[in-house]
């Protein structure tokens, strides 16, 4: 990757010129929206929410499929942008066919989301540190590109189902999806979302996010890509204290627009002059050794 700062899933991720944009407006690789075998509409409106502190949603994975999304890659490798497939599905065989047809359309990387909450199988899925390992290494064992395994909020202890995809081979874990949450309409007397409950995600969750970072970074030996609430290039120095070795900015694009990608890497590059550091790496966890 050319920087640090990514784009994380599902956040304008469905079509090759809109990642496009992303990739062009500073982002050092984009993921895409989560992608599985099958063309999926997702759950009835509403399905978004702002919250004070927030956003709230409840998408439900809505996706082209695989074979349709793989021309999307195709584009996107064209174009020379730098692109992380994010796959899911139901049980390791749905998530190896749809990895092994990403990578042939030229992904550089694949992201397992097994930490959705707004899809039961994939959220309970995530939960199960047996599952986690089983899944990240059907995967890995059929793609030669790096692996890495998203992890859910939505647990007792993180640091466990990280070092489950680090014994399936991950290259490296993502750490956080959403949390599960939900908002209520007092004049309807009904919950907002369709689905009832959401994950939520923003500046709420950052410091959840970064409470996980740390504790994952004290479980693995591979790299942590952080994630959750990042707005500012000071949220994305906090995670690299922490041990992330990357970030990904997601709901951040809806406070701040694309001129967010430029605003953070612009922003670790001058913090890394002000402080005398060589590189991001001798920022990457130095926060546990004053601990
Ligand atoms: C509208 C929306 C859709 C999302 N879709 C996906 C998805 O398809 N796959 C996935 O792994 N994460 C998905 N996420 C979660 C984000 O990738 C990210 O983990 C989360 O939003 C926290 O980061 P943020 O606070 O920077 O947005 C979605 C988040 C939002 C807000």
Same mark, same amino acid.
């Given at each position: 990757m050319r920087n640090? *700062? =990514?784009? %994380?899933?599902g956040i304008l991720g469905l079509s090759a010129p809109l990642l496009r944009r992303v990739y062009e407006s500073g982002a050092g690789? *984009?993921?895409?929206?989560?992608?599985?075998s099958r063309p999926r509409s997702?759950? #009835?409106?509403?399905?978004? *929410?702002?919250? @004070?502190? !927030?956003? &709230?949603? %409840? =998408?439900? &994975? #809505?996706? #082209?499929?695989? @074979?349709?999304? %793989?021309?999307e890659v195709r584009s996107l490798k064209r174009w020379g942008v730098t692109v992380v497939a994010s796959i899911f599905g139901e049980e390791a065989e749905e998530y190896v066919e749809v990895a092994e047809?990403? %990578?042939?359309?030229?992904? @550089?990387?694949l992201e397992i989301n097994c930490s959705c909450p707004n899809v039961r199988e994939v959220g309970l899925l995530g939960q199960d540190p047996g599952m986690v390992e089983e899944v990240t290494r059907a995967v890995k064992g059929a793609v030669d590109v790096p692996v890495f395994t998203k992890l859910t909020p939505n647990v007792?202890?993180?640091g466990e189902v990280a070092r489950a995809a680090e014994r399936g081979g991950a290259d490296g874990v993502t750490a956080i999806n959403t949390l599960r949450a939900m908002a209520v309409d007092v004049e309807t007397c009904r919950p907002i979302l369709s689905n009832v409950t959401g994950g939520l995600s923003g500046p709420a969750i950052k410091p959840v996010a970064l409470r996980c970072v740390w504790e994952v970074a004290e479980s693995v030996e591979i790299p942590v890509i952080g994630c959750g609430g990042i707005l500012t290039w000071r949220d994305a120095v906090e995670f690299l204290l922490c041990g992330a070795s990357a970030v990904q900015? !997601?709901?951040a694009i809806m406070y701040r627009g694309l001129g967010v990608f430029q605003e953070i890497i612009q922003g670790i590059e001058a913090y890394l002059r002000r402080k005398g550091f060589g590189g991001v790496e001798e920022v990457v966890g130095r926060a546990h !050794?004053?601990?």
């Open positions: 640090p *700062v =990514m784009l %994380s899933a690789a *984009v993921v895409t929206k989560s992608i599985g997702g759950h #009835p409106n509403p399905t978004v *929410v702002a919250v @004070d502190c !927030g956003l &709230l949603n %409840s =998408m439900g &994975l #809505p996706n #082209p499929g695989v @074979d349709e999304f %793989s021309e047809k990403l %990578s042939e359309a030229g992904a @550089d990387a007792t202890r993180i900015v !997601g709901t !050794g004053a601990a």
